[in-house]
C-alpha cells in the first residue's frame, strides 16, 4: 500500500469519527422576549433530560416519570380545565445539546417553564437561557452553582454540600482524620474538594489527596493506584452510575481497603449491575425513596413515596430512582405553582419561591433567597448490602 | 512506586489487548479491501450488548458469548455482502463514508434494541489474584489471554495457512492472485469475518469490566484505529506491539498526569506518529507485511 495515502485518509477518518461521536456544534443563541402568557389553551411544560449518552441512568428513569405524570394529570382533567402539553428534549448528556434544546422549547414551543437537566454541567448551560428568557426552569441536578444568585432557576435534587456535610459528620464520628475524593470531572464533580476542604475543616479532617475521571471512562486503575498509595483513612467517591459504580469494582478489586462513602449521585439499581458485590459497605447519604420499607411509620414522606412507587413500578415495572424522585417533584413543584396561579411568568416566578410541597427527595421550602428549598434533613445515610440499601441513620 | 507502575501497567496491558484486537480487525479488512471500517467498534459493542441480553434472558454465560461472537462476525459478513461489495469504485474515501453509514446504523439499532444505558457481561470464571502488592483482576487474564489465542491465531494462519497466504496475495498482488484463482469475493468475505469476529471477542472479554454501551464503540474503535497506524495498516505484529503500548501510555498518562488527559494522549500519539513516521512502528516498510 502506500504510505502517502494512509497520511492523507486518517486524519480524515479521525475527524468523521469525531463527529460522529456527536461534537454537534450548531447553537441557535438569541433569545426572544418571553411570550405573554396566553391564559387559555393548553399549559406547555418542556423538560431537558440527559436521556442519552453518559446521564442516560439518570435521565430515563426521569424522561418516565414525567410522562407517567403528564399522562395522569391529564386524565385527571388537566390543570383548571387546560391540558399539559409536555415537551422532553434529549440533550445527549451535553452542554450545548443543552442549550440548545433550551432556547428551542423558549422560542419555537414556547414553554411556559422548563424542567432540567438531569445533570450539573448541562444546567448550568441551560441557566442563563432561561435567566435572559424570564422563563422559570426547575433543575434536577445536585450542584448548588446551578441556583445560587438566581433568580428563574430552580432544582429539587439535595445540594452536595449538605451531601457532603452528612459524609464528613459521619467520618468524624467514625474518627477519621484524613480523606482522599475521587470525584466525576464534569460538573457535579466541581468544587467538592473545595467544601471538603472548607467544612472539613471545621471537623479536624484535611483532603490529603484528589483524583477525577471522565463519566464517560470506564477503566479506573490509574485513579484506585494512586488512592491505594495515600496514607488517607477513608474515601469519597463522587459521580453517578455507570462511572461510580465501575469506580467503586476497581476499588474493591484494587484491594485498596479503606472504608468507601459515595455521593446521593448513584442512588439506583445501575449501581449495582455496575459494582456488583463489590457495592458491599458502601454508606451514601440519599433521599428516602430506596429505604421506603425501612422509615418510622409517621415519616411525612411516607404517603407520597409509597404512592410513587406504587405508580411507577405499575407503569414501567421496575422500582424508581433517586432521580425518578427528583422529577416527580420538580413536576409537583411546577404544576402546583402553575395551579395556584397560571401561566405568567413573573407571577410563577414568585409563587415558585414560596413552594411547599413534601416529596420524594425531601421537604421543600423554598425561599426567595434559597431556590433549592432541601436541608440536610432529606438526606439519610445508607449501607448497601447485597444489591439493596439498609438504612442506617434517619 | 514500583507496585503502582506495575499495576498500571498491568491495566494498560489489557486495555491495550482489547485496542489490540480491534486493530487485527481493521487491517485484515484494509489489506485486503483498502476499506477502512468505521464500524470495528460497534462490532465490539454488539457482542457485548448481545450476549449481556442473551444471559441475562438465562442463556450460560459462555453459550451466550459464544452466540454473540458467531452473530456479530454474520453482521460483517452481511456488511460486505450486502454493502461493500455492491460498490463499483471503492475508494478509501467511499468506504470510509458507508462504514460511517454502518456504524451508525448499528448505534441506532443497538440504542432502540438494548436502551441507552450501559450493560456488562457477567464476570468470567476466575479469581483475582494479588502478587506483590499488584492485583490481577481474573477479567484481566481473559483479556489477555483473548489477545494471545484469538490475535496469535490470527498471526499463525495468515502465516501458515493456505487460505492465510491466499488472503496475504490479495493484498500484495490482486491482480496476479486472480490469475492464479484465488477468488477475490472469497478474500473479502473471509476478511470481515476476520474484522467481526476480533471484534465481537474484544467486545465480549471487556464487557464484563469496561461495560458495553450503544454509543462506545467509536472511541473504541478510533483506539484500534490508532493501534492500526501504528501498525502502518499493514502489520499485524507491530499493530499489536503498538495497541499494548497504547493501553500502557493511556494508563501511565492518567495515573502521573491527570486523568483528563487519557484520550487525548491516544490522539497525540496518531497525530505524530502520520507526521514524523507513517509506516508506524513498521520497521521494514518496503513489503506489505501481514
Known amino acids: 500500500m502506500k504510505k502517502s495515502r494512509l497520511r492523507f485518509i486518517a486524519p480524515i477518518a479521525v475527524v468523521t469519527a469525531l463527529a460522529l461521536a456527536g461534537c454537534s456544534t450548531s447553537n441557535l443563541g438569541g433569545t426572544a422576549d418571553a411570550d405573554p402568557a396566553a391564559e387559555a389553551g393548553p399549559i406547555k411544560i418542556g423538560a431537558v433530560l440527559d436521556v442519552t449518552g453518559v446521564g442516560a441512568s439518570l435521565g430515563v428513569p426521569e424522561q418516565n416519570t414525567l410522562t407517567m405524570l403528564a399522562k395522569q394529570l391529564n386524565a385527571d382533567g388537566g390543570i383548571d380545565g387546560r391540558d399539559v402539553e409536555l415537551t422532553i428534549v434529549d440533550n445527549q448528556s451535553t452542554e450545548d445539546g443543552a442549550a440548545k434544546a433550551t432556547s428551542k422549547l423558549i422560542e419555537s414551543d414556547k414553554v411556559d417553564l422548563i424542567i432540567g437537566a438531569s445533570r450539573t454541567g448541562p444546567s448550568l448551560a441551560m441557566r442563563p437561557i432561561a435567566e435572559a428568557a424570564k422563563v422559570p426552569m426547575i433543575s434536577v441536578a445536585a450542584n448548588i452553582a446551578i441556583v445560587e444568585g438566581s433568580q428563574w432557576v430552580f432544582k429539587t435534587a439535595q445540594n452536595d454540600v449538605v451531601v457532603i456535610e452528612r459524609i464528613l459528620d459521619d467520618a468524624k464520628a467514625k474518627g477519621y482524620t484524613k480523606l482522599a475524593l475521587v470525584r466525576d470531572a464534569t460538573g457535579f464533580g466541581e468544587g467538592v474538594a473545595d467544601y471538603i476542604t472548607k467544612l472539613g475543616a471545621e471537623r479536624g479532617i484535611t483532603l490529603v489527596m484528589t483524583e477525577a475521571f471522565e463519566p464517560s471512562a470506564t477503566d479506573f486503575t490509574p485513579q484506585m493506584t494512586n488512592v491505594r498509595g495515600s496514607d488517607a483513612d477513608a474515601v469519597i467517591i463522587w459521580g453517578i452510575n455507570p462511572s461510580a459504580g465501575l469506580a467503586q469494582k476497581a476499588y474493591v478489586q484494587l484491594g485498596v481497603n479503606k472504608p468507601v462513602y459515595h455521593s446521593h449521585g448513584i442512588s439506583n439499581q445501575a449501581f449495582f449491575d455496575a459494582a456488583g458485590d463489590a457495592a458491599n459497605g458502601v454508606i451514601a447519604p440519599m433521599g428516602r425513596l430506596l429505604v421506603a420499607d425501612q422509615l418510622a411509620a409517621d415519616n411525612p414522606q411516607s404517603t407520597v413515596i409509597d404512592q410513587f412507587k406504587a405508580d411507577y413500578s405499575k407503569a414501567y415495572s421496575e422500582q424508581p430512582s433517586g432521580f425518578a424522585g427528583h422529577a416527580f417533584d420538580a413536576w409537583h413543584i411546577a404544576v402546583n405553582a402553575i395551579d395556584a396561579v397560571g401561566t405568567d411568568p413573573e407571577a410563577l416566578r414568585t409563587e415558585l419561591e414560596t413552594a411547599k410541597w413534601t416529596g420524594i427527595s425531601g421537604v421543600f421550602k423554598m425561599t426567595a433567597k434559597n431556590h433549592s428549598g432541601l436541608d440536610a434533613s432529606a438526606l439519610i445515610l445508607a449501607e448497601a448490602e447485597d444489591g439493596r440499601w439498609n438504612l442506617l441513620k434517619d | ?290
Open chain 2, 1 to 290: 512506586m514500583l507496585t503502582d507502575f506495575l499495576q498500571l501497567t498491568v491495566a494498560g496491558l489489557s486495555q491495550g489487548s482489547v485496542y489490540a484486537l480491534l486493530a487485527v480487525g481493521l487491517i485484515a479488512v484494509y489489506t485486503v479491501r483498502h476499506v477502512i471500517n468505521i464500524a470495528q467498534g460497534e462490532f465490539a459493542m454488539l457482542a457485548g450488548l448481545g450476549s449481556a441480553w442473551l444471559v441475562a434472558a438465562g442463556m450460560p454465560l459462555f453459550l451466550g458469548v459464544l452466540v454473540a461472537i458467531l452473530t456479530v462476525t454474520l453482521v460483517a459478513i452481511a456488511m460486505e455482502r450486502l454493502i461493500i461489495a455492491r460498490v463499483k469504485k471503492l475508494t478509501p474515501l467511499t468506504s470510509i463514508i458507508l462504514t460511517l453509514g454502518v456504524s451508525t446504523l448499528l448505534q441506532a439499532i443497538m440504542l432502540l434494541a438494548w436502551g441507552p444505558e450501559a450493560k456488562g457481561v457477567p464476570l468470567f470464571p476466575g479469581t483475582n489474584i494479588l502478587i506483590g502488592g499488584v492485583s490481577i483482576r481474573s477479567q484481566e487474564f481473559w483479556m489477555i489471554g483473548a489477545l494471545v489465542v484469538v490475535g496469535g491465531g490470527i498471526v499463525l494462519f495468515y502465516e501458515k495457512s493456505r487460505w492465510g497466504k491466499a488472503l496475504r496475495a490479495c493484498a500484495e498482488q490482486p491482480v496476479a492472485a486472480r490469475i492464479v484463482g484465488i477468488s477475490p469475493v472469497a478474500a473479502s468475505v473471509l476478511a470481515f469475518a476476520i474484522a467481526g469476529f476480533v471484534g465481537a471477542v474484544a467486545g465480549v472479554v471487556a464487557s464484563p469490566i469496561y461495560l458495553s454501551l450503544w454509543s462506545g464503540g467509536v472511541l473504541l474503535g478510533l483506539k484500534g484505529f490508532v493501534a492500526a497506524v501504528l501498525g502502518g495498516f499493514v502489520s499485524f505484529r507491530a499493530a499489536i506491539v503498538g495497541a499494548l503500548l497504547l493501553g500502557m501510555i493511556e494508563a501511565y498518562v492518567a495515573g502521573y498526569v491527570a486523568s483528563g488527559l487519557r484520550d487525548g494522549a491516544a490522539f497525540l500519539i496518531l497525530i505524530l506518529v502520520l507526521v514524523v513516521r507513517p509506516q508506524g512502528l513498521v520497521l521494514k516498510p518496503t513489503a506489505v507485511r501481514v
